[in-house]
């Protein structure tokens, strides 16, 4: 599960239609199956973000599910946040765009850690 890239990171856009600041990855570890009052973020780490959901891992149904936490503890809308690696994995990459890096990429992504920390059981 171990990886050698940051548990969030900014990615820079690629072209013109892309996200006008690109985009900020999130590595995933995703428990599907949860009880209610388990889903959400479970821990943050330096390379993986732990979370649990409730839905089961059919039908896209956990990705659904993911996108909705991270839209939640964010506040930003669903639409801004994808699964973009690991469709079928419990180890899934969600790529979050709309996110105004006010010119401090680390200052952003410290922000995001934290309210992702903050919102850890």
């Given at each position: 599960?171990?990886?050698?890239?940051?548990?969030?990171?900014?990615?820079?856009?690629?072209?013109?239609?892309?996200?006008?600041?690109?985009?900020?990855?999130?590595?995933?570890?995703?428990?599907?199956?949860?009880?209610?009052?388990?889903?959400?973020?479970?821990?943050?780490?330096?390379?993986?973000i732990?979370?649990?959901?409730?839905?089961?891992?059919?039908?896209?149904?956990?990705?659904?599910?993911?996108?909705?936490?991270?839209?939640?503890?964010?506040?930003?809308?669903?639409?801004?946040?994808?699964?973009?690696?690991?469709?079928?994995?419990?180890?899934?990459?969600?790529?979050i765009?709309?996110?105004?890096?006010?010119?401090?990429?680390?200052?952003?992504?410290?922000?995001?850690?934290?309210?992702?920390?903050?919102?850890?059981?």
């Amino acid at each position: 599960m171990a990886s050698a890239l940051p548990a969030i990171r900014h990615v820079a856009a690629t072209s013109s239609k892309s996200a006008l600041g690109g985009y900020i990855y999130v590595q995933c570890h995703v428990k599907p199956g949860a009880s209610k009052q388990r889903e959400g973020v479970v821990s943050v780490s330096d390379d993986v973000i732990e979370i649990c959901v409730s839905a089961q891992a059919r039908d896209g149904e956990a990705n659904k599910a993911v996108r909705e936490v991270f839209s939640s503890i964010l506040k930003c809308p669903k639409s801004d946040v994808e699964v973009i690696r690991g469709m079928k994995s419990r180890d899934k990459t969600v790529a979050i765009c709309g996110i105004d890096m006010q010119g401090d990429e680390q200052k952003c992504i410290s922000g995001i850690r934290a309210q992702l920390e903050s919102a850890s059981q």
